[in-house]
């Protein structure tokens, strides 16, 4: 698990890192910072396929993703004060969370839960 196209997500981090050196030098110029945020958004955007692919931090990698492209968008000149950009994280946050919930049970039922323990009394 964990691999994309037969082999490790590394190997691909850094193909991909190199292709947009390669890119930028010779076709398309953008700054160091832009490469790096270009970079970085590529890196949450596999970190998503890993997570998906092995069904663990799914929440975690969408947020980091939301995160990433981003930035790459205020890299690349998108004017978002600092709290447009918090609302925007919050709502992805709710978004998530609404998914996650009815993705997610409990490890016991409700009637199970509402049940006192032996010895609760006697702590209350």
């Given at each position: ?30 700054s160091a910072d832009q490469q ?89």
């Amino acid at each position: 698990m964990g691999k994309v196209f037969g082999r490790e997500p590394v190997l691909w981090l850094a193909l991909i890192a190199v292709i947009v050196k390669t890119v930028s030098a010779f076709w398309i110029h953008v700054s160091a910072d832009q490469q790096s945020v270009i970079n970085a958004c590529v890196a949450a955007a596999v970190g998503l396929l890993v997570a998906l692919s092995t069904h663990d931090g799914v929440s975690a990698a969408i947020l980091g993703l939301v995160q990433a492209v981003g930035a790459l968008a205020v890299g690349f000149g998108l004017h978002w004060a600092p709290d447009q950009q918090a609302l925007v994280m919050s709502l992805a946050t709710a978004l998530v969370a609404m998914f996650t919930r009815t993705q997610v049970t409990a490890p016991v039922s409700a009637a199970q839960a509402a049940t006192p323990k032996i010895g609760a009394k006697a702590a209350a």
